[in-house]
Structure formats: structure tokens, C-alpha cells
């Protein structure tokens, strides 16, 4: 069973603090994202990565960063933390070779 | 880019009757076409998904049918259960495993 780990299921942080989000994957998935999950918008992908040091931006990147420097992890940074980046932060990976993704279990991170 | 619109945003049905759940995408270029049940404080979990070269694929209670010309692609859920209610999420892809864009999800409520 492939699974993906984020390190904080809770995470309150201050304005204007960097912030970074944790994901790993150990089933050797080439490709791997960043979401961020709010009611009523769905899932709006902020970065993507398909292979170690590369990354591109999705639909909604301003405000974040993202680094991948091993192929099992995928960081996602906040580089200065603003209230409306509270929000469910979700990462996923998958194989090019198909099929959908696999979720890790979400961070739900609020800025006060 | 693609722009997939789910519709509706709330469903509630007694048990054992059917729901359908509707999604429609801007980019005729996507191929790949998966379904998503997020439970309360989970995280999202595939349930079934369907390729552009297949026009209904069914897995037990559960079916998906699309239509390319018309780009739009259905959720039907047969004889509803208590634990069918979910946020269900339709996403397109121009390829598995590639990035996906996601509906804005649809709030299954089944009553007993």
C-alpha cells in the first residue's frame, strides 16, 4: 500500500512567519503535489513536481515555494504566512505508468 | 487551462434510491477522468475512473460514464447506503497520473 506522510496533521502559525510543509512518499512515485483544499472551491493545485529538482506551477502558486530535493520528498514553504493561506494543505503522489493519486492524510494549518 | 464544474454542491436521497453526480471540462485535450470520496476527516481516496477511449465503466454499485463530444462525465451511485455519504470530487487529467484539476465537490447525504 503506498503511503504519503505529511508531518503535521495541525499546525497554527503567526503572520508572517515562514512556514514549511513535510510530504513523503514511499513507493518511489516519480510525481508528486501540492494542494490546497478550502469549502466550496475543491482542490486547487498550487505546485507539482514530475522528477527530483524539478518543480512547476499549478493553478494558484503565489505566496508559496516548493523544494524537492530526493525523490520521496516534497516540501511545500510558505514563505511569509498570511491569513488567507489558512486552509487543509493536502499532498499527493502517483506514477506516471497511470492510475490516480494517493493522498497523504492533510495538514490543517491556521494562521493567526 | 482546464476548468472542470461539478455539479450539484449538495445531494441528500433516502436510502437504497440513486445518485447522480455531474461534472463538465473545458479542455478536450484531457484523457483521463477519475472519481473522489473524502470522508468526513480523511483524506481522499479514488473510487473509480475512466479513460476517454471507454464510454461507461461500472464497478459493482458504482458507474462512471463520459461524454467526450459533449465533455461532460456523471457519478452514479446505485442503492445508496449510510456510508456512501461523502464529498465526492470529479478531476480530468490530459493524462494518468498527471496533474489533475478537480470539481468544486459534491456533499452526498444518504438518509436511513
Not at chain 1, 62 to 80: A, H, N, P, T
Request: proline share 4%.
Amino acid at each position: 500500500d503506498v503511503k504519503v506522510t505529511q508531518s503535521s496533521r495541525y499546525l497554527v502559525k503567526r503572520t508572517g512567519e515562514k512556514v514549511f510543509l513535510e510530504c513523503v512518499q514511499d513507493m518511489d512515485h516519480e510525481n508528486m503535489f501540492w494542494y490546497r483544499q478550502d469549502p466550496g472551491l475543491g482542490l486547487r493545485l498550487i505546485y507539482f513536481s514530475y522528477d527530483v529538482k524539478m518543480k512547476e506551477k499549478g493553478d494558484i502558486p503565489e505566496g508559496y515555494s516548493v523544494s524537492r530535493e530526493k525523490k520521496e520528498r516534497f516540501s511545500l514553504i510558505l514563505e511569509s504566512a498570511s491569513t488567507n493561506q489558512t486552509s487543509m494543505y493536502l499532498c499527493a503522489s502517483s506514477t506516471p505508468l497511470g492510475g490516480g493519486y494517493t493522498f497523504g492524510s492533510g495538514t490543517r494549518l491556521t494562521v493567526v | 487551462g482546464e476548468n472542470v464544474e461539478q455539479h450539484p454542491s449538495t445531494l441528500s436521497v433516502q436510502e437504497g434510491d440513486s445518485a447522480v453526480i455531474k461534472c463538465t471540462y473545458s479542455d478536450s485535450a484531457s484523457n483521463y477522468f477519475p472519481w473522489y470520496k473524502q470522508e468526513l476527516g480523511k483524506r481522499p481516496q479514488l473510487i473509480i475512473d475512466i479513460r476517454s477511449n471507454v464510454g461507461e465503466k461500472k464497478d459493482q454499485r458504482i458507474a462512471v460514464t463520459l461524454n467526450k463530444t459533449a465533455k461532460h462525465f456523471s457519478l452514479h451511485i446505485t442503492e445508496t447506503q449510510p456510508e456512501d455519504s461523502a464529498v465526492y470530487f470529479c478531476a480530468a487529467s490530459k493524462r494518468a497520473g498527471n496533474m489533475l484539476t478537480f470539481g468544486g465537490g459534491t456533499r452526498l447525504m444518504v438518509k436511513p
